[in-house]
């Protein structure tokens, strides 16, 4: 260092610059230097990019599930990289007490199976006690047979009740998730109490080595609980319940049945809102989940409310007042799904502020009836057959309606298209496009 700083002075000085001035400079690269090895440092991370960028390349599902358990305690994360595995064709199953580990793991098929130490309330300890006995003496059979086999002091009610939740007990044959939390007669026990304490007393009798005449054991003496008989939950009460143990929707999402409603109608996301400034005098329409509302009154006796929208990609609040409120104040219901229309303008009094005017709220599952007043069915000349005519002839008698349809068939060697107008045929918009968005060979256009 002492040659190169002769160097670098007397380079600088031949460059007019004082001799002082340039030791001040060298001394503050010189103190870098007992740090900096940039070649060897470049080397190093060179190997490590290129080392990842290989196993995400040839191992994807391995290498995002090392991701996902590497962030097993960020919520935000784990449902950013969920999200990422989905874009990238790598599905992402949920908890099942037959086959997942504490972490994120791969099974056999190439899917990555949810970790167990992802779901609130089910500790390190509780997913030992389950992994390990299930890796000695095989699968779980069903709700009876894990109760009976595992340490309860580890896997307690608590963790019971977050794992069924969870859906970690969906591969028992025979029941649902309802019936696990289920409480019969007004009683103040739940089906997994029950299950807890047929477990107690089954282990209570062989502890104590009592027998019946023919040799039987406990488990044959005592009879297993009978299932409670009770409706399954809604769709969105399991997705409810799966965000409560685990701070994420599992299974779906509330809004995936309207991918063609908010992709066709929406111009923007929740996301978006947070930056109005770059979004001023546009006009805006978004959808997403109630996720949280409520009904105040201002310091002038006034009614207002808010409400906490959340879509795939975050969530924002949205608050009315006065004629707005009132116009609008029967979406203000929690997990009401909703499309709303607004423009980004300037707050009265306050050109350089922004706020969100709300025009129009509906409901999400009307926005194709409300919207939609004609349908092209587009498909290639290629791809029409017997089965495909025939599939499109099922949806057009399944799903009558009001709204007018028309064919577009195009030839991409020729490159030629013709239309032609259904007059007698019209369909449920909202049912026929959910009908044909299953079918590859088709796509549609709304009008």
């Excluded at 924002?316 to 009401?336: P, R, W």
Aim: charged letters at 30%.
């Amino acid at each position: 260092m002492e040659k190169e700083k002769v160097k670098f002075v007397e380079g600088a000085q031949k460059k007019g610059i004082e001799k002082e001035n340039a030791e001040d400079v060298f001394s503050v690269m010189e103190k870098f230097a007992l740090y900096g090895f940039n070649r060897s440092h470049s080397a190093a991370y060179s190997v490590v990019a290129y080392q990842t960028a290989y196993l995400k390349a040839h191992y994807p599902a391995e290498y995002m599930a090392a991701v996902l358990t590497r962030n097993l305690n960020d919520i935000k994360k784990i449902t950013f990289f969920i999200d990422e595995c989905k874009r990238s064709g790598i599905p992402v199953l949920g908890p099942d007490v037959n086959e997942s580990q504490m972490k994120f793991v791969v099974n056999s098929k190439g899917k990555i199976r949810f970790g167990l130490g992802a779901v609130k309330g089910v500790g390190e300890a509780a997913v030992e006690a389950l992994v390990s006995e299930r890796k000695e003496n095989g699968n779980y059979t069903g709700i009876f047979d894990l109760t009976r086999r595992v340490n309860l002091r580890s896997c307690n009610k608590r963790c019971l009740e977050a794992l069924a939740m969870a859906g970690a007990f969906d591969s028992f044959e025979n029941t649902h998730r309802a019936q696990y939390l289920f409480k019969e007669n007004n009683e103040e026990a739940t089906f997994i109490d029950k299950a807890i304490k047929h477990a107690n007393q089954v282990a209570g009798k062989n502890s104590m080595s009592q027998h019946s005449l023919f040799g039987e054991t406990a488990d044959s003496i005592i009879p297993d609980p009978k299932l409670p008989d009770c409706e399954p939950w809604s769709k969105m009460e399991i997705l409810n319940k799966e965000r409560e143990v685990a701070g994420i929707y599992i299974s779906g999402h509330p809004l995936e049945d309207y991918k063609i409603e908010i992709d066709n109608f929406c111009n923007t996301t929740v996301n978006d809102l947070d930056d109005l400034k770059r979004l001023k005098n546009k006009d805006l329409s978004f959808a997403g989940i109630v996720t949280s509302a409520a009904h105040k009154t201002t310091k002038t006796g006034k009614p207002f409310g808010s409400l906490v929208l959340e879509d795939y990609e975050g969530s924002t609040q949205l608050a009315l007042f006065s004629e707005d409120y009132l116009k609008y104040k029967h979406f203000f219901n929690k997990d009401s799904l909703l499309f709303i229309k607004a423009r980004v303008q300037p707050r009265y009094h306050q050109s350089e502020q922004f706020e969100l005017k709300v025009h129009s709220i509906s409901l999400l599952s009307e926005v194709l009836a409300k919207c939609v007043s004609g349908i092209t069915v587009q498909m290639s000349l290629s791809d029409i057959s017997e089965d495909l005519i025939d599939k499109i002839s099922k949806s057009l008698k399944k799903n009558t309606g009001l709204c007018k349809i028309k064919f577009a068939v195009y030839d991409t060697i020729e490159k030629t298209s013709i239309e032609l107008p259904a007059r007698k045929l019209k369909v449920d918009s909202a049912d026929f496009l959910k009908m044909i968005s299953l079918i590859p060979e088709l796509k549609f256009k709304l009008s």
